[in-house]
């Protein structure tokens, strides 16, 4: 396998982890953003040996907006969910 290929795929199997659990709960959404900045992290890797400018330029503003979200996941609690009903003012 070259190097090139396991970039490609391990690209492609961690942004697909990275969403699946950002889909799937609210407490495992950080470890999808995680995976997601991996998953950049090969895109970017591949984009720069193979010459994929475009690709490159994409996967740098994803992977600045997954270093934000991991950010706020994991450094900014959740707001409190109000539990007032709507028939009570």
């Known amino acids: 396998m070259t ?8 690209g492609a199997l961690l942004g697909l982890l990275g969403v699946g659990l950002m ?7 950080s470890w999808g953003f995680l995976a997601l900045l991996l ?3 090969c895109w970017i890797a591949f984009a720069l040996r193979t ?3 475009g690709l490159l330029v994409m996967q740098i503003g994803l992977l600045l907006a997954c270093a934000l979200g991991l950010f706020r996941s994991m450094l900014i ?4 969910t109000s539990r007032k009903k709507r028939g009570n003012r």
């Open 51 to 53: 010459h994929t400018y």
């Open 3 to 10: 190097a090139n290929l396991g970039l490609e795929w391990s």
């Open 39 to 41: 998953s950049n992290a």
């Open 23 to 29: 889909a799937g709960s609210y407490r495992a959404s």
């Open 77 to 80: 609690p959740p707001l409190p």
